[in-house]
Every structure is written in structure tokens, then in C-alpha cells.
């Protein structure tokens, strides 16, 4: 009885998962990117722009409260892995922490006035620390459930290109609001008082992040409905000393993570620029709109690709051949004279393409990784390995973004203040400028690429590993079932 009934939970986790699934799974990443990419995409400008903070400052506080998100990660695996109750390990979490996280969003984009310099540093260091402390408790385990939701390559495939859909889905919804809002703004530079341009700027990010607590409240607890856990698990809970030995054990996970730690930091220096590049670059802040769009709206686009080309190629391959497509958009964008909108665009198109395939990628590489932990210890930490590549990435974002606005910094950027809220930037801040957004991913995808030539799990070695992974846990089961047999 036992072990029919572990067989056919085996069988069921490699069922055809139902579209309910898909589209509640890409739920969660668009819910998680309201809050995420809102903040890399924008907060750096809102910061510097709209609340008056000065590059050099903004960098330092992205590199330090980053860095403790990337603990805070740690810190998530960990009661992921120590749960377990009624609704599963990874759901509760998604329940009880988004709508937190979505106003703690609001909270970070309204910097109170007139508080004084060393106080208002204060506030914005807590409000940052606290928004990625709720980020991690959400995503960690959002992140965590592809792996307990199926165990065939083909369905994983799907559900990673369903939250890649998501995930651009939201962020281009951000662009599309934001840009024009912003663009329609600075046209007025000239005619409003620098006190009230202030103010509006103030009042988009107000009214953008209270909507999007509604949007993204609606789109977690569909998450939380439609997405249930299917494979079959040794333990409920997972020790500290079975987290450590599992981790150290696998190879695949620590190449994965170094190659992520590359091109993610080319890739978090770009989206902190983007509003800068289309404003300074491009010549008008609407574009920001079509920069998120051929930067990572393309992945709508592509990711529906993705299942049939991993099948096609495999996911390492595959993983290279987007590096290559970065390397070209990248440098095309550095090279790119101010003001040629057409060709930025088509560099934009070239690495967007790129970047959606290898952020596909890598979420797709993530749950075979765990699979590997399993069979080579006996242990099944979905938690902690995905917090260990999500505290990866937080690392690459913590430096990503703090070296966009240090550059800036170094490059004599001038923020807003009361009395000139859009002041006119040097040609050593627009240089910082292209070089961040295109020169850096370039290099960054290079080294990301010699990194990943030695990643061992190919697609074909993940199928061996999983089956006999499950042979070995229906083996065990069947003798712990004959023992009580014979007592």
C-alpha cells in the first residue's frame, strides 16, 4: 500500500501540469517583479532625481543593504527548509509575506521631506533593508517551488518560461506606465517651479506602487491557489548539517553560481541605467519604455521558444549561444552615438534576446541542481539551494548596482535639488552612462561564458541522476515496508 501509493505520487509528479499551474506560477514573477525590477529599474532615479540624494551616497547604501539581502536569502532558505505544515513548505510563505512586501515597496518609493540629511540616509537604509528582507521570505520560496511542482525536464521547462513571461510581463508594465509619466514631466522642466516638479515626480511613484499593491496582491494569492507540490520528499524538514553537506557536494550548483555571478553583474549595472541611458542617451525618458521592452519585453516573445529549443539544443548550449548575443548588443550599445535611436534599439534587440534566453536559462538549470544534491547525498534541500543562487544574485546586485550609481558618481553626475531639479549633466557622466549599460554586460557575459564550459549536467546526465535518484528512494521505501512486515 505504501509503496504503491509513493509510486503513484512519483508518477504524478511528472505528469503534464495543468495550465492553472502555468499561469499561477508566472503569477508569482510577475508579482515579484512589481516590487523587483520596479526598484532596479527606477529606484537609483527616484533616489538621485526625485528625492535628491547624491549618486556617490545612493551607491554605497545599494552596495551595503544588498549585500544583506543576499544573507537575508540565506536566512529564507532556512525556514523554508525548516517548514512544513498543511499547505506545503512554500506556499504559506507567499500568503503571509507579499502584501508586506508590495508596501514596503510603497514605503520605499515615498522618502518623507524636510527630514534633514542624516535622517533621511536613515530611512531610506531602513526601508531598502526591510523591502529586501520581505523579497527574500516571498521569492526564496517562489522561487523553491518549480522544484517540488514537477520533476520532468519538458514541464520544468514550461514553468520556467511561464515565470520568465511574468517577469518581463511586469516589468514592461512598469516602463509603460512609468516612462511616459516621467517624460511628460521633464518636457515641463522649463515652466514649473523645481518645489512642485518635485512633487509630481513624487506623486507617479506614489500612485504607481499603490496600484500595484492591488495588482500584485490579486496575482500572488492566485500563486498561492493554483500552484500545489507533487514530488515525493524523504523528510519534512532539513537540518543545518544536511543543508552544508548537500551544498558542498554539488558541483553543478557552484559552477552555476559562478557563472550567474558574471553576466548577472552586467546585467544589474544595465537596469539601473536604463532611465539614464533613454534620457541622456537617446534624448527622451518616454524611450525608457521601448529600452524595458527590446531589453526584456522580447522574452514574451521568446520564452514561448524556449521548452522546444531546450529540447532542441539542451539548456548548456543554449546558455552559451545567449552569451554570444550579449557580447554583440552590449558593445553595439557602448558604440552607439548620441541620439541614433534606430540602432540602440537594434543592439537592444539583439542583446534583449540574449539576455531572455539566459535568464531562462538559469532558472531552468537552478531545479536540476537539486535534483543532483538529492542523488548525491540523500538529502532534498530545495530551499537552501535555490537561496544559495538567489544569494548569488543578490551579491551581483548588491555590486551591480552600486558600481552604476559610483559610476555616475565618478563621471560628476549632478542630482536634483530644490533649486534646479533637472540640471544638465557632463560629458564625463554620459560617458559613465554607455559604458555601464553596454561595455560592462559585454565583458561580464564573456567571463560568465568560460565560466559555464565546465558545467557538467547536461540534460541527458540530469534524466540519469533523477531516475536513479527515485529508484533509490522507492528501493528504500519498499524495505522500510517488508521490515514492518515482518515485525
Known amino acids: 500500500m505504501m509503496t504503491t501509493a509513493i509510486a503513484q505520487q512519483q508518477e504524478a509528479a511528472r505528469r503534464p501540469l495543468r495550465w492553472r499551474a502555468l499561469v499561477g506560477y508566472s503569477l508569482g514573477d510577475f508579482g515579484c517583479n512589481l516590487a523587483f525590477s520596479l526598484g532596479s529599474t527606477f529606484l537609483l532615479y527616484y533616489y538621485t532625481d526625485v528625492a535628491g540624494l547624491t549618486a556617490a551616497s545612493v551607491g554605497t547604501m545599494f552596495f551595503v543593504v544588498r549585500l544583506w539581502d543576499a544573507f537575508a536569502d540565506v536566512l529564507a532558505g532556512r525556514a523554508v527548509d525548516r517548514t512544513m505544515t498543511r499547505w506545503g513548505k512554500f506556499r504559506p510563505f507567499i500568503l503571509f509575506f507579499a502584501v508586506p512586501l508590495l508596501f514596503m515597496s510603497f514605503l520605499t518609493f515615498r522618502v518623507p521631506t524636510g527630514l534633514g540629511d542624516a535622517a533621511t540616509l536613515l530611512y531610506v537604509y531602513v526601508s531598502y533593508a526591510v523591502l529586501g528582507l520581505l523579497y527574500s521570505l516571498v521569492n526564496i520560496p517562489y522561487g523553491s517551488l518549480a522544484s517540488a511542482m514537477t520533476q520532468s525536464v519538458h514541464q520544468r521547462a514550461k514553468l520556467v518560461a511561464s515565470r520568465t513571461l511574468g517577469a518581463a510581463a511586469g516589468g514592461v508594465l512598469i516602463s509603460y506606465i512609468i516612462a511616459p509619466q516621467i517624460s511628460d514631466l521633464r518636457a515641463q522642466k522649463d515652466t514649473l517651479p523645481p518645489d512642485v516638479y ?185 530551499g537552501a539551494t535555490y537561496a544559495i543562487f538567489s544569494f548569488t544574485r543578490k551579491v551581483t546586485q548588491s555590486i551591480g548596482g552600486a558600481a552604476t550609481a559610483w559610476a555616475l558618481a565618478l563621471g560628476g553626475y549632478v542630482s536634483a535639488t530644490a533649486e534646479v531639479a533637472t540640471p544638465d549633466q557632463p560629458g564625463s557622466a554620459l560617458l559613465a552612462i554607455k559604458v555601464v549599460f553596454g561595455l560592462v554586460p559585454a565583458v561580464a557575459a564573456v567571463l560568465a561564458m568560460i565560466v559555464f564550459v565546465t558545467y557538467p549536467l547536461t540534460d541527458e546526465r540530469f534524466r540519469e541522476v533523477r531516475d536513479e535518484s527515485e529508484a533509490r528512494k522507492a528501493a528504500l521505501d519498499h524495505a522500510v515496508l517488508g521490515d514492518r512486515g515482518a515485525v
Open 198 to 382: 518635485l512633487e509630481q515626480a513624487q506623486a507617479i511613484f506614489t500612485n504607481i506602487t499603490l496600484l500595484f499593491l492591488l495588482l500584485g496582491s490579486i496575482a500572488f494569492g492566485l500563486t498561492f491557489l493554483w500552484c500545489h507540490e507533487t514530488v515525493v520528499r524523504r523528510s519534512a524538514t532539513v537540518t543545518v548539517k544536511e543543508t552544508f553537506a548537500t551544498l558542498r557536494q554539488n558541483r553543478p550548483l557552484a559552477i552555476l553560481c559562478g557563472a550567474s555571478f558574471f553576466y548577472l553583474l552586467g546585467y544589474y549595472t544595465v537596469t539601473g541605467a536604463t532611465l539614464y541611458y533613454a534620457t541622456y542617451i537617446l534624448g527622451d525618458p518616454g524611450l525608457a519604455f521601448q529600452v524595458a521592452l527590446l531589453s526584456t519585453g522580447v522574452q514574451i516573445l521568446i520564452t514561448p521558444f524556449c521548452p522546444k529549443l531546450i529540447a532542441r539544443f539542451g539548456k548548456k548550449t543554449l546558455f552559451q549561444y545567449a552569451g554570444v548575443l550579449t557580447v554583440i548588443g552590449g558593445v553595439g550599445l557602448f558604440l552607439t552615438p548620441d541620439g541614433m535611436v534606430w540602432f540602440a534599439l537594434v543592439c537592444l534587440g539583439i542583446k534583449g534576446v540574449g539576455f531572455s534566453l539566459i535568464n531562462t536559462m538559469m532558472f531552468a538549470l537552478e531545479p536540476d541542481t537539486v535534483e543532483y544534491g538529492e542523488w548525491k547525498t540523500g538529502v532534498r534541500s530545495e
